[in-house]
């Protein structure tokens, strides 16, 4: 068959999405279907757009296949277009891989409303059958002169007991039979004659006698609005759509039978009026079928919810939800309505199963009672008192109230256990339980913690004496002798005490610190409270100590820079080196920024620390130049506060000046998310960058959010791909689809694409096939002190340094 490029057709007329395809999937060619159908601008940004609308399993499956270089069928599933669905969608693809251009022809169809069908009818009725969720597709070509096929793709070929190959050449008469092309000959024509395309459905009978319903589509191929010079012929096989509407055609019957003998209520209704029911919703809601049917359905729905059920009868949905229907002595009955829209007798329906929830409801009170309440005392325990102080937290916050929080543990109880058993150590506990409820307002909260421990919330507290005062109340209720079982026993609580949001802003924190007060009450001889006291904050101690000594660092010049040089993938030639800071403490030795970057951005001390990194990374680069060790830019990493700063840019032009470096020599990075605040202000801040001759780098791409558009609009000359993808090369599928689309989006934007973090072999010749311009890691070089990067630079250079 003849693969030139003249012989194939315009894909544009095909109504179908058609691509070429790379083995390394990239898009060669994509028709205005597939650039309207991925929501792109263009065909280079649906390029580009491609593989990240693909989902992750059906991208790993085509990447695997493509590799194969040989035909192959496959369904994807994508994420489809914002102005679309915006959800997922499912496409049917149909690829021959074509050798002499070393590219695949692909056909995409969009099935994502048959799929969305199939799964819809099988939630309509369980005893339905599934239907395919797949529609293959059949592509031919064939010469409106000789009606001799000059294409055809696998499906086609083998439908009608060819191959791809073998096809070619043959007639439409050689290839689907006489009697068929008589059949269609006047279609045939009438799309040569009139220039339109024209479909129509037949039957099939394939070689292997089995007999199919097919819809085929035949579209004219015209050039330069004169004849037809060839037809394109498109089928799809539609016999599990045929042999479905059999079937339901055929369940309907079922469908009657199974109303009659289902456990569960079913009613069907047309336009919001009662057509029939089975005996279980008759009984459920005490109504005869002449007496419900011509009546509303949503007389039998109880006010409060009526709503919501006509909103659903209004909006045609398929759903599930809970109601309350009315019974016909008045009576409220919660029920479990299942909605489907169905065909029946001819007719299009609405049917609702109805399921009785009262015994459901009634278990799951009972579940919900024992999963947030003690079992002995009937309390709320830990984990629902845990949800309500939470809330409470927010209210009193909102509010701006107090709250207190009393931790009360009872002295020596192991003791009544031990002596006396648990029999009269659960008798205890319940009384002491009761005696706190009692001692209580109706707004305070209490819960058993766990053995002897109990929990008590006072909220809306105005001032530290009332909660004495409650506390006091509670210390004298609960040392009252209990009788259990003709003895008196008597127990004594020591109770802590902690206040929000004074002593804590969390629950935990609160819980934690009355905690603390608790043992501090049994350690001063129990029977008592003590309120909780917060010692110095040691984390706030120990930020404001290294404030201080970051202050002194650069007084001191602790700080220092380390290099990390940056080559060329393909040859390792050095074409940069990024400047990282350092912090020779002089106690804790030598630290990453990670240890103090953050708290100088909270501090404002960034400002400072950034200008001492940028003016050495100048000085280093001007000494370099003049001694010829390097003459690569230095890549400085810019924090947000530096860069929103007012008067930055005159700042940078400042240090350029006086220390004689021209701009060429620097190289700026920024973090994606910095590019995303105000793009007219971005914009024009790296611009008056560039006109100094600095290079702009962005660090950590695809970490952020930024859009294409977004990136197209400013001045970047380099990405770089960010350590966290770089680390799972090449064996991660997700890590390496992201890095190639990252080169690609490079590529297309004609900008410089840099991968950080390498540091295996396999990592540096997966990005150099990649076409990954430049790399910087562990495996080209740590970073390194200024004197032991001028001797790396020299060793790389060779002898004409030396």
Not at 288 to 301: A, N
Not at 684 to 694: D, N, P, Q, S, V
């Amino acid at each position: 068959m003849d693969t030139a490029p003249h012989a194939w057709p315009d894909l544009e007329e095909l109504p179908c999405m058609v691509l070429r395809l790379t083995p390394e999937c990239v898009v060669l060619q994509g028709n205005r279907a597939f650039v309207d159908f991925s929501g792109a601008g263009s065909a280079r940004d649906a390029g580009l757009l491609w593989q990240a609308l693909l989902g992750p399993e059906s991208r790993a499956t085509l990447a695997t296949r493509l590799i194969g270089r040989e035909d192959f069928a496959l369904n994807l599933r994508m994420q489809c277009a914002p102005q679309s669905t915006g959800g997922p969608c499912w496409l049917d693809l149909e690829a021959r891989w074509l050798p002499a251009p070393g590219h695949y022809l692909c056909v995409l169809h969009d099935v994502t409303d048959s799929r969305r069908a199939e799964l819809s009818a099988r939630a309509r009725a369980d005893q339905f059958q599934l239907l395919a969720d797949n529609v293959p597709v059949l592509i031919a070509y064939y010469q409106a002169s000789t009606l001799r096929c000059l294409f055809a793709n696998k499906r086609y070929a083998q439908t009608f007991g060819w191959d791809e190959q073998s096809i070619v050449g043959h007639t439409v008469s050689e290839i689907i039979g006489e009697p068929a092309a008589r059949l269609i000959q006047p279609q045939v024509d009438r799309v040569l004659r009139e220039r339109r395309g024209a479909s129509y459905e037949r039957e099939l009978i394939g070689p292997d006698g089995e007999r199919r319903w097919i819809e085929v589509n035949l579209l004219p191929h015209v050039v330069n609005e004169g004849d037809a010079t060839a037809a394109f012929v498109l089928i799809s096989d539609i016999t599990k759509h045929r042999l479905a509407e059999q079937s339901v055609r055929e369940s309907e019957e079922r469908l009657a039978k199974f109303m009659q003998a289902s456990a569960e209520g079913i009613v069907f209704h047309k336009d919001g009026v009662i057509t029939d029911a089975n005996p279980p919703a008759l009984a459920l809601i005490g109504y005869t079928l002449d007496e419900l049917k011509g009546r509303k359905t949503l007389d039998f729905i109880a006010p409060d919810q009526l709503a919501r059920a006509a909103a659903t009868q209004s909006a045609g949905a398929e759903i599930t939800y809970e109601s309350v229907a009315l019974h016909k002595d008045g009576g409220r009955i919660p029920v479990e309505f299942t909605v489907r829209t169905m065909l029946r007798n001819g007719e299009r329906m609405r049917m609702t199963l109805v399921r009785d929830l009262r015994d459901r409801l009634a278990a799951q009170d009972r579940i919900h009672h024992l999963a947030h309440h003690d079992a002995l005392t009937q309390l709320p325990n830990r984990m629902s008192f845990m949800e309500t102080l939470e809330h409470r937290i927010t209210g009193a916050r909102s509010s701006d109230s107090q709250l207190a929080l009393l931790f009360i543990d009872l002295d020596h109880f192991k003791r009544v256990n031990d002596s006396l058993g648990h029999l009269i150590g659960d008798t205890l506990l319940q009384t002491v339980a009761q005696r706190i409820i009692q001692s209580l307002r109706s707004t305070d909260l209490v819960a058993r913690f766990g053995g002897d421990e109990f929990i008590v919330l006072l909220p809306g507290v105005l001032q530290r004496a009332d909660v004495e005062e409650a506390t006091q109340k509670l210390l004298a209720a609960i040392e009252v002798p209990v009788n259990a079982d003709g003895r008196l026993i008597s127990v004594t609580p020591s109770v802590g005490i902690s206040m929000f949001p004074h002593d804590g802003q969390t629950a935990d924190e609160l819980i934690k610190n009355a905690d603390t007060a608790m043992y501090l009450a049994k350690a001063r001889g129990r029977a008592n409270y003590q309120f909780f006291t917060p010692a110095m904050a040691r984390s706030a101690y120990a930020a404001l100590v290294m404030e201080s000594q970051m202050t002194q660092a650069l007084e001191r010049s602790e700080f220092v820079l380390h290099f990390q040089p940056q080559v060329r993938s393909h040859d390792g030639v050095l074409v940069g080196v990024e400047a990282l800071i350092r912090w020779n403490h002089p106690e804790r030795g030598l630290l990453m920024p990670d240890h103090f970057i953050p708290l100088a951005e909270q501090q404002r001390l960034m400002l400072p620390i950034g200008q001492w990194v940028l003016r050495d990374a100048l000085r280093c680069a001007r000494r370099w130049h003049e001694s010829g060790i390097s003459s690569v830019p230095v890549a400085v990493n810019l924090s947000s506060v530096q860069f929103q700063t007012v008067g930055f840019i005159q700042l940078i032009a400042d240090m350029l000046q006086e220390e004689g470096v021209p701009g060429d020599c620097l190289e700026l990075e920024l973090t994606e998310r910095m590019l995303m605040d105000d793009l007219g202000e971005v914009k024009t801040r790296l611009g008056e960058l560039k006109a100094m001759g600095i290079r702009i780098s962005v660090d950590d791409f695809g970490t952020g959010y930024s859009s294409l558009g977004h990136l197209k609009e400013l001045p970047i000359d380099k990405m770089k791909i960010d350590r966290s993808f770089v680390k799972d090369l090449p064996d991660e599928h997700d890590s390496a689809a992201i890095a190639r689309a990252i080169v690609q989006l490079a590529r297309s934007l004609d900008i410089t694409v840099i991968a950080e973090g390498v540091e295996t072999i396999a990592q540096q010749e997966f990005l150099t096939r990649l076409g990954c311009d430049e790399l910087q890691g562990e495996l080209v070089s740590a970073p390194l002190p200024a004197a032991a990067f001028e001797a790396w630079a020299i060793a790389l250079a060779g002898p004409a340094l030396v």
